[in-house]
């Protein structure tokens, strides 16, 4: 059964501070800071509302209440596992029931360490279909240990995110949802308006994202992120550098959990406290200027250009009427191609693109064009597994990436480049001399070595 569509994006994501929605007679709603999702459909959208189907985007803050009962409105169900095997008894088993004869039995019985995740609201769906033979993915959602907590995201999410924040007056919701027939969920919550900082141009807003899932596909956890307006990029490795609190809380799905919950506030700080933090990085990276030759250095690091190599490879050719074996050069620029399409792509971003060409020059500038790229023109695997749904491939590819921190370590990749070119290179792209203040490095090593090559050659 199919539900990877832009119906069920619409179905299963809630996002709310959008301004410029229009309502049923096609006037502007008045609220909210942030621009729609990028998947949004407003045709489709209006449909929905035609028809009486909750709509995806609101101009408010997102209710709990709404919340609860839309998105997180079912409840994850223990079931025993049985195993049913075919198997054979040697007729000279020395157990053997029937001695001298073979027996072959089907076998049933209870794997007592495990158990099954089944969401609830799919299975009576199934149940009342007669179609209890056909359960899929977005009815059994994982085989787990004994131990492992099933609690609903409801309580998983929404009160453990009240409990966190102080209660749920201090809760501004900003998006919610489902992912992966269920299997994943996520919370997120802000302040209530958008900041800006007049240094460097930027509106902002502080969240926090909660996240777990029934799959162990993402860990139960609530991350401190930042939310820069003008390009809807979640930015979550500037919080740890700027703050002694470490932006995340983590913790396994274990029977007793919720025992560990009252560690979270402590570990994750006040929303309110990530404004000065923010800034403060948002100041520094600012500040630290990257030329046009070290930006190129920089591509050097991240996207290397592989050299094309020429190969033999065998081929049959007619020889006066013969077909024959020959051997032949040939030269394969594939990987040479996506490489300088992939530079090419990069340079057109930072040098032009409205969400990352404004700071241009700086660190800043390579901080926003990484992070711009990778959520908006990094292939996205994963079509296939959507029955070839490139659109649900990238929504969900997007979102998973963000819950299970794979764009925050790219983040620290691609600036830890930047940082080794700022220390090897000076702006004209030449290598530091060795006589710099500059601290050591690889690159310093090389030179120092190849100096000594020479002066040994000479």
Same mark, same amino acid.
């Given at each position: 059964?199919?539900?990877?569509?832009?119906?069920?994006?619409?179905?299963?994501?809630?996002?709310?501070?959008?301004?410029?929605?229009?309502?049923?007679?096609?006037?502007?709603?008045?609220?909210?800071?942030?621009?729609?999702?990028?998947?949004?459909?407003?045709?489709?959208?209006?449909?929905?509302?035609?028809?009486?189907?909750?709509?995806?985007?609101?101009?408010?803050?997102?209710?709990?209440?709404?919340?609860?009962?839309?998105?997180?409105?079912?409840?994850?169900?223990?079931?025993?596992?049985?195993?049913?095997?075919?198997?054979?008894?040697?007729?000279?088993?020395?157990?053997?029931?029937?001695?001298?004869?073979?027996?072959?039995?089907?076998?049933?019985?209870?794997?007592?360490?495990?158990?099954?995740?089944?969401?609830?609201?799919?299975?009576?769906?199934?149940?009342?279909?007669?179609?209890?033979?056909?359960?899929?993915?977005?009815?059994?959602?994982?085989?787990?240990?004994?131990?492992?907590?099933?609690?609903?995201?409801?309580?998983?999410?929404?009160?453990?995110?009240?409990?966190?924040?102080?209660?749920?007056?201090?809760?501004?919701?900003?998006?919610?949802?489902?992912?992966? =027939?269920?299997?994943?969920?996520?919370?997120?919550?802000?302040?209530?308006?958008?900041?800006?900082?007049?240094?460097?141009?930027?509106?902002?807003?502080?969240?926090?994202?909660?996240?777990?899932?029934?799959?162990?596909?993402?860990?139960?956890?609530?991350?401190?992120?930042?939310?820069?307006?003008?390009?809807?990029?979640?930015?979550?490795?500037?919080?740890?550098?700027?703050?002694?609190?470490?932006?995340?809380?983590?913790?396994?799905?274990?029977?007793?959990?919720?025992?560990?919950?009252?560690?979270?506030?402590?570990?994750?700080?006040?929303?309110?406290?990530?404004?000065?933090?923010?800034?403060?990085?948002?100041?520094?990276?600012?500040?630290?200027?990257?030329?046009?030759?070290?930006?190129?250095?920089?591509?050097?690091?991240?996207?290397?250009?592989?050299?094309?190599?020429?190969?033999?490879?065998?081929?049959?050719?007619?020889?006066?009427?013969?077909?024959?074996?020959?051997?032949?050069? *040939?030269?394969?620029?594939?990987?040479?191609?996506?490489?300088?399409?992939?530079?090419?792509?990069? *340079?057109?971003?930072?040098?032009?693109?409205?969400?990352?060409?404004? =700071?241009?020059?700086?660190?800043?500038?390579?901080?926003?064009?990484?992070?711009?790229?990778?959520?908006?023109?990094?292939?996205?695997?994963?079509?296939?597994?959507?029955?070839?749904?490139?659109?649900?491939?990238?929504?969900?590819?997007?979102?998973?990436?963000?819950?299970?921190? *794979?764009?925050?370590?790219?983040?620290?990749?691609?600036?830890?480049?930047?940082?080794?070119?700022?220390?090897?290179?000076?702006?004209?792209?030449?290598?530091?001399?060795?006589?710099?203040?500059?601290?050591?490095?690889?690159?310093?090593?090389?030179?120092?070595?190849?100096?000594?090559?020479?002066?040994?050659?000479?």
């Amino acid at each position: 059964m199919s539900v990877h569509t832009k119906e069920y994006l619409h179905d299963n994501i809630r996002v709310g501070n959008v301004k410029g929605l229009l309502d049923a007679n096609g006037q502007v709603i008045p609220g909210g800071t942030r621009t729609p999702a990028w998947w949004f459909d407003p045709t489709k959208e209006a449909e929905r509302i035609a028809a009486g189907i909750a709509p995806s985007h609101y101009a408010q803050p997102l209710s709990i209440s709404m919340i609860r009962s839309e998105l997180f409105g079912w409840e994850a169900l223990d079931a025993a596992v049985k195993i049913s095997v075919e198997l054979r008894i040697p007729g000279d088993h020395p157990l053997s029931k029937t001695p001298g004869t073979e027996e072959i039995r089907q076998v049933t019985f209870t794997v007592p360490d495990w158990k099954g995740v089944v969401r609830e609201d799919k299975l009576v769906e199934c149940y009342l279909n007669d179609k209890l033979d056909e359960l899929g993915p977005e009815t059994v959602m994982n085989i787990a240990s004994q131990s492992f907590n099933t609690a609903s995201f409801q309580k998983v999410l929404v009160d453990n995110t009240i409990e966190i924040v102080g209660g749920g007056d201090n809760m501004l919701v900003s998006g919610a949802g489902v992912l992966k =027939w269920g299997r994943v969920g996520y919370i997120e919550v802000t302040i209530p308006e958008t900041l800006h900082d007049n240094e460097t141009g930027i509106a902002f807003r502080p969240n926090l994202l909660g996240s777990t899932s029934f799959d162990g596909s993402v860990g139960t956890r609530w991350d401190r992120t930042v939310t820069n307006v003008v390009c809807d990029n979640t930015h979550q490795w500037a919080l740890q550098q700027s703050s002694d609190k470490t932006g995340s809380f983590k913790i396994k799905r274990t029977k007793n959990f919720v025992e560990r919950m009252s560690d979270a506030r402590k570990a994750l700080g006040l929303l309110t406290q990530e404004a000065d933090e923010y800034t403060k990085i948002l100041h520094e990276w600012s500040k630290i200027p990257v030329s046009p030759k070290q930006f190129i250095k920089w591509l050097d690091v991240i996207v290397p250009v592989p050299e094309v190599k020429a190969v033999q490879k065998e081929i049959m050719v007619s020889v006066q009427g013969e077909m024959q074996k020959q051997m032949v050069n *040939s030269v394969n620029t594939r990987a040479q191609s996506i490489a300088l399409n992939k530079r090419d792509r990069l *340079s057109e971003l930072y040098y032009t693109d409205a969400r990352v060409s404004p =700071w241009m020059g700086t660190k800043l500038g390579v901080a926003q064009l990484g992070n711009t790229w990778a959520r908006y023109d990094q292939t996205m695997k994963g079509a296939k597994a959507h029955e070839g749904n490139v659109l649900q491939a990238r929504v969900e590819g997007q979102m998973l990436k963000v819950l299970d921190g *794979s764009f925050q370590k790219q983040d620290v990749e691609f600036l830890d480049a930047l940082d080794k070119v700022l220390l090897e290179f000076d702006a004209e792209g030449v290598v530091i001399p060795l006589a710099s203040d500059k601290p050591v490095t690889a690159a310093r090593k090389r030179a120092e070595k190849a100096d000594q090559q020479n002066a040994a050659n000479n």
